[in-house]
């Protein structure tokens, strides 16, 4: 599918970019449960090489979601933040390219240590968490609710499942943005989605609450490195949101 103009070709500029930032598998990625929550029965993480053929752009969108499920996964440790600060910054001064450019230098200065703490401060918490990362709590002020039910239903319509064993719920927004990847993407069993699918997925799943959820994080006042990383998911998910309604 076509990014829109407004994206400074952000796909062409900053897609290899974003796959030497964790899309390949080699960056750190934390072996604890609550990481890759879906499977299509036996999926590989969900940083993992692609097996058909995708349009520079499709292939952008999958790095950038796959980037941003695993930031929200746990917190990163310290060769993802070298690898996240090293990506090629993005020309022009769109919000997009500034919420890039602003991501990149955090990851350059932020300690590995601080951002896992920073992770449980505002995710987990001791008792509650300061920030809810689950759809079902904001689109009913409740956890494993009616919308998470629907969402499983839909994700097993799909194919896609939880995996044994994993204590990452499906409503999770990690979890959600895996499964844009995998609808982008597919996997060696399966072809990437229709844009329809991938379009319907976005609207039902992760429009509704995902925005709000990182205008919590940013105002949030323990939010730092997070801050940046809400922001950019923020204008990434904008400008993913747009470009499907193009198509």
């Known amino acids: 599918m076509k990014l829109p103009e407004t994206g400074a070709n952000v796909?062409?500029?900053?897609?290899?970019?974003?796959?030497?930032?964790?899309?390949?598998?080699?960056?750190?990625?934390?072996?604890?449960?609550?990481?890759?929550?879906?499977?299509?029965?036996?999926?590989?993480?969900?940083?993992?090489?692609?097996?058909?053929?995708?349009?520079?752009?499709?292939?952008?969108?999958?790095?950038?979601?796959?980037?941003?499920?695993?930031?929200?996964a746990d917190g990163p440790d310290g060769q993802l933040l070298k690898a996240i600060a090293?990506?090629?910054?993005?020309?022009?001064?769109?919000?997009?390219?500034?919420?890039?450019?602003?991501?990149?230098?955090?990851?350059?200065?932020?300690?590995?240590?601080?951002?896992?703490?920073?992770?449980?401060?505002?995710?987990?918490?001791?008792g509650q968490c300061v920030v809810n990362l689950h759809g079902s709590h904001w689109k009913v002020g409740a956890m494993m609710e009616r919308p998470l039910a629907e969402l499983?239903?839909?994700?097993?319509?799909?194919?896609?499942?939880?995996?044994?064993?994993?204590?990452?719920?499906?409503?999770?927004l990690s979890a959600l943005f895996e499964t844009m990847r995998m609808l982008i993407a597919g996997n060696e069993d399966r072809p990437p989605s229709a844009v329809a699918l991938q379009r319907g997925f976005f609207e039902r799943q992760i429009g509704p609450w995902a925005f709000r959820c990182c205008a919590a994080i940013r105002e949030s006042t323990i939010a730092n490195y997070y801050g940046c990383v809400a922001e950019f998911t923020e204008q990434f998910m904008a400008l993913d949101r747009d470009a499907l309604a193009m198509e």
């Open 11 to 72: 796909a062409s500029d900053a897609g290899h970019a974003i796959a030497a930032a964790g899309s390949d598998g080699s960056s750190g990625r934390p072996s604890d449960a609550r990481v890759s929550a879906l499977g299509a029965r036996s999926l590989p993480d969900a940083a993992v090489g692609l097996s058909f053929p995708l349009s520079p752009e499709d292939r952008s969108r999958a790095d950038f979601y796959a980037l941003v499920a695993r930031l929200f």
């Open 86 to 126: 090293r990506a090629e910054p993005i020309d022009g001064n769109t919000p997009f390219a500034s919420a890039w450019n602003r991501l990149l230098a955090a990851s350059g200065v932020m300690d590995p240590d601080a951002a896992a703490q920073e992770y449980t401060d505002l995710f987990i918490g001791v």
């Open 152 to 172: 499983r239903a839909e994700l097993a319509a799909l194919g896609l499942g939880r995996r044994p064993g994993v204590v990452m719920l499906e409503d999770h």
